[in-house]
């Protein structure tokens, strides 16, 4: 994986601190959690979305993060394995989405989501970018989501985002 200048500079640093302070403020994270809760209602999946200003440290690869931040955010620990992590890496500008194993979806359905929303990111469409991306991530789990069983827990994880 190349570094480049921001990363090098530490530009990426202060860009995703600025940006996650102008625009995922708490106004924005009530309309994805709403956005995330009423899609909810169609399937057993459960979507969390978590945004990180900037990769730390001991984490260079945003691939290895967004995998890290599923664990500790116990995205996989739902009854029918149905846990989605949408996660961006704001000073980096990387997105990634980790599906568990319970949900049946082809890999290209994700890359696509996260393809559109850079585009929209890179526009300076961030609410509507993501409200977008979840909104394509809850139409892929209305088809790839195991069906709720009657008397299964729904809602196992929280429907607010998590800023990192």
């Given at each position: 994986?190349?570094?480049?200048?921001?990363?090098?500079?530490?530009?990426?640093?202060?860009?995703?601190?600025?940006?996650?302070?102008?625009?995922?403020?708490?106004?924005?994270?009530?309309?994805?959690?709403?956005?995330?809760?009423?899609?909810?209602?169609?399937?057993?999946?459960?979507?969390?979305?978590?945004?990180?200003?900037?990769?730390?440290?001991?984490?260079?690869?945003?691939?290895?993060?967004?995998?890290?931040?599923?664990?500790?955010?116990?995205?996989?620990?739902?009854?029918?394995?149905?846990?989605v992590l949408l996660y961006l890496?704001?000073?980096?500008?990387?997105?990634?989405?980790?599906?568990?194993?319970?949900?049946?979806?082809?890999?290209?359905?994700?890359?696509?989501?996260?393809?559109?929303?850079?585009?929209?990111?890179?526009?300076?469409?961030?609410?509507?970018?993501?409200?977008?991306?979840?909104?394509?991530?809850?139409?892929?789990?209305?088809?790839?989501?195991?069906?709720?069983?009657?008397?299964?827990?729904?809602?196992?994880?929280?429907?607010?985002?998590?800023?990192?």
């Amino acid at each position: 994986m190349s570094v480049n200048w921001k990363e090098l500079s530490g530009w990426a640093s202060v860009q995703g601190q600025w940006l996650r302070r102008r625009y995922f403020n708490a106004e924005m994270l009530g309309h994805l959690a709403e956005q995330i809760r009423k899609g909810e209602e169609d399937h057993s999946g459960e979507l969390v979305v978590a945004i990180e200003a900037v990769l730390p440290a001991h984490e260079a690869d945003s691939a290895q993060r967004a995998l890290e931040v599923f664990g500790r955010l116990r995205v996989w620990d739902t009854p029918l394995n149905s846990g989605v992590l949408l996660y961006l890496a704001l000073g980096q500008r990387r997105i990634h989405i980790i599906a568990d194993r319970g949900i049946q979806a082809d890999p290209a359905q994700w890359e696509q989501i996260c393809r559109q929303l850079e585009k929209d990111l890179a526009s300076r469409e961030y609410l509507s970018g993501l409200l977008g991306a979840v909104s394509a991530i809850e139409a892929v789990l209305q088809k790839g989501a195991p069906t709720q069983t009657p008397g299964a827990a729904g809602n196992a994880l929280p429907d607010e985002p998590v800023l990192l």
